[in-house]
């Protein structure tokens, strides 16, 4: 049975960080995209997305962590994410857009 997405928003200093757990996907990602637009309102130099407590992400979160990242280069701030458990990080393998995003631990 899916869980329901959850998005906490907090600040270190002048970045913006979304911490997601749950599922990212089709019924899910209207929510990310509400967020992303809340942060991308106010953001600094960066917003950072914590995939560790993700369980299953689908295309279609793919889809809007690739949409939010080409916005982040276009307004000039960078989006960084947090690894995620290793079922997320596949569909990054998967789909050969591991080298887009900027990753951390």
Same mark, same amino acid.
């Given at each position: =049975? ?9 600040k270190? /200093?002048?970045? @913006? =960080?979304?911490? &997601?757990? /749950? ?13 992303? /637009? ?10 950072? @997305?914590? &995939?560790?407590? &993700?369980?299953? =992400? ?8 690739i949409?939010? #990242? ?12 947090r690894? /995620? ?5 596949? @569909? #990054? ?7 887009? #995003?900027?990753?951390?631990?």
């Open positions: =049975m899916p869980r329901q997405l959850e998005i906490r928003t907090s270190n /200093g002048e970045e @913006v =960080m979304l911490s &997601l757990t /749950g599922d990212l996907d089709l019924a899910s990602a209207p929510s990310l995209e509400r967020a992303f /637009g809340e942060a991308e309102a106010e953001h600094g130099p960066a917003i950072v @997305v914590d &995939l560790s407590g &993700l369980e299953f =992400m689908d295309s279609t979160g793919l889809q809007s962590l949409a939010a #990242f080409k916005r982040a280069k276009a307004d000039g701030y960078a989006l960084r994410l690894r /995620g458990p290793q079922q997320v990080q596949r @569909v #990054f393998e998967l789909t050969s857009t591991v080298e887009l #995003f900027e990753f951390e631990d």
